[in-house]
């Protein structure tokens, strides 16, 4: 049996028309409907120098819609969906284990305490920024303390990284929930917690774009230039030093990536489940597990995906939002336990 | 000639002491089977000897350079490591995994060059795996398997090629095709040392012989001055009798002590 895979060219035939559709399908649908003309009018009036492109059919309700509300929040979900595909798979790679993301080494949960005291300290009503930089901060102290509690002598297992990530997820989530619960009577923080848990991009801003984008687009850059040493870490660490991977040094450069990518994800758009476990699931599926061409593609796909997630997020019930870690966890719950039924059977469990 | 020297070695590890004072040599055009029974430290000396576990005392030195002076990615170059940790859990083609042998000679942004090139499709030859290259690798026999992990060290064109086991999970006709291979490779003057229990297939395929016991060489040389009836009972425990087969060769036969088959 050869290798089963479709050709990246193909792959990518069809996945930036994908992209590129979902992209201009969502900044046109909404409460108000927007033509694919207007869109393309408002981005050359934006984008192009001013009197290359005739503006005068546009009005001011046109440009505040696109420009303002919809391409930011699009931009938002291609990049929270991109930073956290590529940090899933960075996860999977160095835990061998295709179920692994980047929650299990605390920056959820650590992301989650940050806010959730941005939150409480009412910084947030004060700056737009304060949420996202909460969050990003509590996701590296809790990688800190994670790499820390695992390391002995220079060197951390990974199965004792994992153990660490557990002990302290569930920590962090006991404090979090503490702090919630005790401020519970104001309703409006404890509305704000609860939503922001269950992740969304609702009144997402350009502010919110360029404080996740540099991040994530850093954190892919970093990924794809560690892709070699990622496949050796694959096939173990004994294996990946004999081939002359420094492997504690790698090991600490590929959490701090994937971590510093879910910060950045979770810091802008709260929890959202699954994306990281999915997407690499399904494109190593089709291209392959090798990471070179793995993880361009996996941010990519992942953006595509969050974007049309998004859109399905704030379509299917109107005027009401639904949450858009509800609508992740709606498409990827099933496909995850498809997954786990999967290597049950290769492993002959069921 | 290269040679991989190490002198007085000592590791302990979680205040155990896994190898002491055990002094090897490894040169050029040598088939070394190292032998002994489980936790006797075959494992670790290959560790120590690829520069992936410091010695704690004592030294290896590599054509006369201490290894703990070079990079691991210079160490690398030289030295393959094959380790029992077969494991492959992601569905990476033979060809892709043949290819990360190349690691430790490519820069990080380097693509693939002709020389990477001719030392893939090489290694993938001399391990007779090049009809299997677009096979996905978890689709393999564990003998193919093995095969294959051969060849990505031996895609790396070290001076040195250590195997840890790696007949361990093989039936006997694909253990006789690995021991072929290395007695080739020894043959065409790269140095290879060979870890196993099985001293029947390793010691007839193996120029030298070094036998272990709870971390320490007992004894080291040709195969009948190391392999006696005498050593082996001592190290594995076992009665043996050495019979001479068809071809000349000896063969041993093991009993429990005081149970005669």
Known sequence: MDKRRVRLDLFYLVLLPVLALSGVTAIGIGSTEVSWRTILGVAAQKLLPGGWVDTSGLTQAD????????????????????????????????????????????????????????????????????????????????????????????????????????????????????????????????????????GGLDARSWTHVWLCAPFVTLGIVAAIVQARELDLMQQGEETAAAFGVDVERSKRMLILTASVLTGACVGVAGMVAFVGLVVPHAVRLLIGPSHRPLLPACSIAGAAFLILCDLAARTIHPPTEVRLGVITSLVGGPIFIALLMRRYREVGLA | MSVLDATSISVSRGGRQILSDVTISLSSGEFLAIIGPNGSGKSSLLRVLAGIWPAESGSVSLDGTPIGDMSRRDIARQVAFVTQDTRVDFAFAVEEIVAMGRHPHRGRFTSERETDRRAINLALERCDVSSLRHRLVNTLSGGERQRVLIARSLAVEPAFLLLDEPTANLDIQHALEILDLCRSLADGGQAVAFASHDINAVSRYASSVALMESGRIVAAGTRNQVLTPRAVRDVFGVATEVLAASNGQSLYLFHRRNNQI
Do not use: C, D
């Not at chain 1, 990688?143 to 990974?158: D, K």
């Open chain 1, 63 to 198: 440009t505040v819609v696109v420009w303002l509300i919809r391409v930011p929040r699009v931009l938002v979900a291609a990049f929270v969906g991109a930073g956290l595909s590529a940090g899933g798979a960075v996860m999977q790679g160095l835990f061998r284990n295709p179920l692994a993301e980047s929650g299990l080494v605390g920056a959820g949960s650590g992301a989650a305490l940050g806010s959730v005291i941005a939150f409480i300290a009412g910084w947030t009503a004060k700056s737009v920024v304060s949420l996202p930089v909460a969050a990003m901060i509590g996701a590296l102290m809790a990688l800190v303390i994670v790499y820390a509690m695992a390391t002995r002598g220079g060197v951390t297992p990974v199965a004792t990284l994992l153990l660490a990530g557990v002990a302290v997820t569930s920590l962090l989530t006991a404090v979090w929930s503490l702090l919630l619960s005790i401020n519970i009577v104001n309703w409006q923080i404890a509305q704000e917690v609860l939503f922001w848990i269950m």
